[in-house]
């Protein structure tokens, strides 16, 4: 059913980049899993290309992936004033050798920067970091923000297998509320693909969700809000299954002496001190949601432009029959709150 948009004042956060090439590897001895592209045959027009990592075909994508007027055609339908770009999670790169990453990551940077540039501010840019040196990460993101001008961060919903909520990345954390940069948290290498029967789409259909889902509860079990309460983090597709663990979550703490022990806040309202986008599919899920989380606390998700994205996120709040004040808020208010002083000048610019 097509959703007819409500506004052309939407403001997606979750719409990912992939630049359409990538350098030659100049790393040193046996090469890593490094990504390429080459052209994709296509008989609509478009520009696609397959992206290869380590020589095996990963996706095919297209040029609205690199190109901001390719992309912007599609606002007006979808609702949208406004876009917020991160890298495909694929690109994050925590499994490569330092040297590798680093040079792959501020490669991934600058393009994410220049297709921001040419977007006559419409466009925002999320970094990424190399996560597996807290340090070097630092460093990245400091140079993403001051020099490049992105605004926030991506991370993957876990780095090599360790949980967001582990004490090791606290001085990452701690470095995003110092320079005043949202984190936005993407599925990554998912737990459980093992339990899984079908094709190897269905890791981004039901794995991706499931280890959101995890990321986000390591972050209430671990208590990282409470040690930086000013830090702005989300976590994509909803949150994944979060909604649906946060009762068993709250009964637990509140039966089990061992978990009340070692969570100093109910996980209910920790929860609802955390973002999350909206790309669940449904109008009801997305009113489950806003019960779970709260009105203030959910933005406009699309997966834009990938074959599997919400095509009318704004339509969807509308069929969703939210009243004008939490339809805005989920469009555009919440969003803006979260992305905070660095995105201020373009919503001047488009005001």
């Known amino acids: 059913m097509k959703l007819a948009p409500a506004c052309a004042c939407g403001i997606d956060v979750h719409a990912h980049v992939v630049p359409e090439r990538f350098p030659p590897y100049l790393g040193r001895g046996t090469p890593s899993p490094w990504p390429e592209t080459a052209p994709a045959p296509d008989a609509n027009g478009l520009c696609h290309r397959h992206v290869l990592v380590g020589g095996k075909h990963y996706r095919t994508v297209s040029e609205k992936c690199w190109s901001a007027p390719r992309r912007l055609a599609d606002f007006g339908a979808m609702g949208l004033a406004h876009q917020v770009l991160s890298p495909m999670p694929e690109l994050l790169s925590y499994w490569l050798a330092l040297a590798d990453a680093q040079g792959l990551i501020r490669f991934l940077n600058e393009q994410t920067a220049a297709i921001c540039a040419d977007s006559g501010g419409r466009l925002l840019g999320l970094a990424a970091v190399p ?5 070097v990460a630092i460093a990245e993101l400091r140079h993403a923000v001051e020099a490049l001008g992105l605004v926030g961060v991506e991370l993957g919903s876990n ?33 459980g693909m093992d339990r899984l029967v079908g094709p190897a789409a269905l890791q981004q259909v039901l794995a991706y969700p499931t280890d959101v889902g995890l ?8 208590g990282l809000l409470l040690r930086q309460p000013t830090l702005r983090i989300a976590f994509s597709h909803g949150g994944g299954t979060l909604a649906m663990l946060l ?8 039966v089990f002496p061992a978990l009340a022990g070692s969570i100093e806040q109910a996980p209910r309202e920790q929860a609802r001190r955390m973002f999350f986008d909206t790309l669940v599919f449904d109008a009801p899920t997305l009113r489950h949601l806003v019960d779970s989380f709260g009105a203030t606390q959910l933005m406009l998700g699309t997966d834009h432009p990938f074959n599997f994205h919400e095509r009318q996120p704004v339509g969807r709040l509308a069929e969703a029959g939210f009243d004008t004040t939490t339809r805005d808020a989920l469009a555009f208010g919440n969003a803006r709150r979260f992305l905070g002083r660095r995105s201020a000048a373009a919503w001047q610019e488009t005001a």
């Open 131 to 135: 996560l597996q040196d807290v340090d």
């Open 159 to 191: 780095v090599n297998g360790r949980p967001l909520g582990d004490p090791h990345f606290e001085p990452f954390f701690a470095a995003c509320v110092a320079l005043d940069v949202p984190v936005f948290v993407h599925a990554l290498k998912p737990a």
């Open 215 to 222: 990321a986000a509860a390591s972050v209430i079990t671990g």
């Open 247 to 254: 009762p068993r979550l709250q009964q637990g703490w509140q």
